[in-house]
C-alpha cells in the first residue's frame, strides 16, 4: 500500500541554520515525488518535485530534496533558513489515481 | 491566471443543513481533486475528476458527500446533511494532466458545523 511517513511532527530552527525535513514513502512503482509548503490559512503550494532523472531535484525558495531509492526517502533540504520559511511542510507521492501526503512538518524559525 | 478559486473561504453551519462548496480551477487544467484536511486525519483525497468525468471516489466518506463538475471551469462538493464530524478545511485543486503533475491548490473553504 502507498504511504508517506514524515517522522518529525515539529521542528525549530534558528534562522541562518541548515534545515532537512524527513521524508520516506512506500510505493509498489516508481513514485513521483512532491514536496509542498502550506502557510497559515493558505492553501499548498508546490517547493518541488520528482518524477525521473538527476535524484537531486532544486525548487523555488532555495529549497532542494534528493531522492534515494535504495532508502526510500526524499528529504528536504535548504542550507540557511529565513523567518520567512516557518509553515508547515507536506511531502506526497503520486500514482495514477491518487496522490498521498503526509501528515506534514511544522517548521518554527527563531531569530 | 488568478489561481484556483474556491467560495466560500468560510462556511458556518448547523448541523443538519446542506452545505455546498464551490471551485473554479485553472482555465486549461483537465484534471481537479477535492481534498479535506483535519488535524487527527491530515490531507484526504475526497474524489478526483478527469475531463470533467469522476475518475476516483473511493475517498468520499459517506452518501452525504456529493462532487459534480458539470463543465471543465466549476466544481462542486455537496454534504447533504451537515454533522459536526465534517468541520475540517475543504481544498479543491486542479492540475493539467492528472496527479502525476503539479497540483495546484485553492485556498480552501473552512467549514464549521455546529
Known amino acids: 500500500a502507498q504511504s508517506v511517513t514524515q517522522p518529525d511532527i515539529h521542528i525549530t530552527v534558528s534562522e541562518g541554520a541548515s534545515l532537512e525535513l524527513r521524508c520516506n514513502y512506500s510505493?509498489?512503482?516508481?513514485?513521483?515525488l512532491f514536496w509542498y509548503v502550506q502557510s497559515p490559512g493558505q492553501g499548498l503550494q508546490l517547493l518541488l518535485k520528482y518524477f525521473s532523472g538527476d535524484t537531486l531535484v532544486q525548487g523555488i525558495k532555495g529549497f532542494e530534496a534528493e531522492f534515494k531509492r535504495s532508502q526510500s526517502s526524499f528529504n528536504l533540504r535548504k542550507p540557511s533558513v529565513h523567518w520567512s520559511d516557518a509553515a508547515e511542510y507536506f511531502c506526497a507521492v503520486g500514482g495514477a489515481n491518487n496522490l498521498f501526503f503526509g501528515t506534514g512538518t511544522r517548521l518554527t524559525v527563531i531569530p | 491566471d488568478a489561481g484556483v478559486i474556491q467560495s466560500p473561504r468560510h462556511e458556518v453551519t448547523e448541523m443538519g443543513q446542506e452545505v455546498t462548496l464551490r471551485c473554479k480551477p485553472i482555465?486549461?487544467?483537465?484534471?481537479l481533486f477535492w481534498y479535506r484536511q483535519t488535524m487527527m486525519r491530515g490531507l484526504e483525497l475526497l474524489i478526483y475528476?478527469?475531463?470533467?468525468?469522476?475518475?476516483?471516489d473511493s475517498g468520499m466518506p459517506e452518501d452525504r458527500f456529493s462532487a459534480k463538475m458539470p463543465n471543465a471551469s466549476f466544481s462542486t462538493l455537496k454534504i447533504q446533511p451537515s454533522e459536526p464530524r465534517d468541520s475540517a478545511v475543504y481544498f479543491c485543486?486542479?492540475?493539467?494532466?492528472?496527479?502525476?503533475?503539479?497540483?495546484?491548490f485553492g485556498q480552501g473553504t473552512r467549514l464549521t458545523v455546529v
Open positions: 510505493y509498489g512503482a516508481t513514485p513521483y
Open positions: 475528476f478527469n475531463n470533467n468525468v469522476p475518475i476516483d
Open positions: 485543486a486542479s492540475s493539467p494532466r492528472g496527479l502525476n503533475t503539479e497540483a495546484f
Open positions: 482555465s486549461g487544467h483537465n484534471s
